[in-house]
Every structure is written in structure tokens, then in C-alpha cells.
């Protein structure tokens, strides 16, 4: 079974400053995907960005990277020059080859202050 | 492409109601998902399903039913509401399944009184 912890309920950050969104996986496949998704104030998902176990270069996506440490089993966010529109929940899940659904950890609050 | 809509946006039912939230995606994915919001909680999966005429059960399937007659449409009902089931309904599409990346509709908040 897979299993994502996100141990930050709620980090503040300073406008420009670049913040790190821990996010740490359990799973015995060789083969899943990890995930970041933010959730804003109005309530939608919005897909930021995607690692393939296999994928052996960090993904980047504009101010998003995401930081793979596969031995550690950590797939932590970095959003570079925080921006006040970057406050929301974000989400970190997994899922995995064969599984049929993707996995949520609880989230973290991000709120970026002025 | 409108991606993945869901209707309706807000509903608010009395317990022992039955009802239908609706779920249409465009971009002919193969793979669609119903999954719920609780307050502080991530999502968890009820139902997916891998095509049409094929659907599954997930983490928290019980007083759901879902059934997929064509690739576009996914609809979720709930067969009699209770209190347990308020919450925020989204609705998921990828064209794989398992490490494909998964859309989500805009939610549905559903209040069950």
C-alpha cells in the first residue's frame, strides 16, 4: 500500500523568498508517480507538477521544482520567489503502476505574506 | 476543450434523498475518478473507473454507485444521503491510469442535513 505524510500543516513565508514543501512516500512498487497539486481559496485542483520513479532529472515547471531524493523516499516542493497567489493548500500524492487511484497527503497551508 | 466539468456546483440535500452528481470530461480519457474532500483531510478515491462499461470501487465506495456508459461521462449517486456523506465531491480524468497525471473538475460541496 502507498502512503504520503506531509508533516507541515502551515508554513509563512515572506513575498520572494523561495519556500520548500516537505513531502516524504511509502511504497514497495519500483514503478509510481508523485505529484503536487495546489488548492487555492476558491476549491479547485490544479495540477503542478509530475516525477516518474524512473525519471533520473528533477521536474521543473516554471517556479516549481520538485526535489527527488528517491533513496529517502522524499519528493519535497520548491516554489522559487514566492508570490502572494502561491497561498493555498498543497497537496503531495503518489500513485502507482497498476494502482488505480493516486494518494493524498493531508496538505500543507502555505501563506505568503506581504 | 472544457477538460472535466462537474454540475452541480452546490447542493444541499435532506437525509434519506437520493441523487446524482454529474461528471463530463472532453479530452477522451480513458481513466475517470469520483473522489472526496473532507475538512482538513487530503481526497479520498470512491469509484473509478478504467473505460466505459468498466467501473471499480475505491478507499471509501459505501452509499455510492457509479456506472460509465460512454468514455465522456462519469456520474457518482448517492442512493440515500446522509450527514457522513457532506462534503466536497471532485471528479478526475487521465488518459492512463496508475502514473498518468489526473485533472480534476472545479468540486462539488455537498451538504447533507
Known amino acids: 500500500a502507498q502512503k504520503i505524510t506531509q508533516t507541515q500543516p502551515g508554513m509563512f513565508v515572506q513575498e520572494k523568498e523561495a519556500v520548500t514543501l516537505d513531502c516524504t512516500y511509502d511504497?514497495?512498487?519500483?514503478?509510481?508517480?508523485l505529484f503536487w497539486y495546489k488548492q487555492p481559496s476558491s476549491g479547485e485542483m490544479i495540477f503542478l507538477i509530475y516525477?516518474?520513479?524512473?525519471?533520473?532529472q528533477n521536474a521543473t515547471e516554471g517556479r516549481y521544482s520538485l526535489n527527488f531524493q528517491k533513496a529517502r523516499k522524499s519528493a519535497n516542493l520548491v516554489i522559487s520567489a514566492s508570490q502572494l497567489g502561491d497561498s493555498a493548500m498543497y497537496f503531495c500524492?503518489?500513485?502507482?503502476?497498476?494502482?488505480?487511484?493516486?494518494?493524498f497527503g493531508q496538505g500543507t497551508r502555505l501563506t505568503i505574506n506581504p | 476543450n472544457a477538460g472535466v466539468t462537474q454540475t452541480p456546483k452546490f447542493q444541499v440535500l435532506k437525509t434519506g434523498q437520493s441523487m446524482t452528481l454529474q461528471c463530463a470530461q472532453d479530452?477522451?480519457?480513458?481513466?475517470m475518478s469520483w473522489y472526496r474532500q473532507d475538512p482538513g483531510m487530503g481526497l479520498r478515491l470512491i469509484h473509478y473507473?478504467?473505460?466505459?462499461?468498466?467501473?471499480d470501487q475505491g478507499e471509501v465506495p459505501n452509499g455510492y454507485n457509479v456506472s460509465r456508459s460512454t468514455t465522456e461521462d462519469f456520474p457518482l449517486r448517492l442512493l440515500s444521503a446522509a450527514p457522513s456523506q457532506t462534503s466536497v465531491y471532485f471528479c478526475?480524468?487521465?488518459?492512463?491510469?496508475?502514473?498518468?497525471?489526473?485533472?480534476f473538475g472545479p468540486g462539488t460541496r455537498l451538504t447533507v442535513l
Open positions: 478526475a480524468s487521465s488518459r492512463l491510469a496508475g502514473v498518468g497525471t489526473q485533472y
Open positions: 511504497t514497495s512498487d519500483q514503478s509510481y508517480g
Open positions: 516525477q516518474g520513479s524512473y525519471d533520473e
Open positions: 500524492a503518489m500513485s502507482a503502476q497498476g494502482a488505480q487511484k493516486l494518494v
Open positions: 479530452m477522451n480519457h480513458e481513466y
Open positions: 473507473s478504467v473505460g466505459a462499461g468498466i467501473t
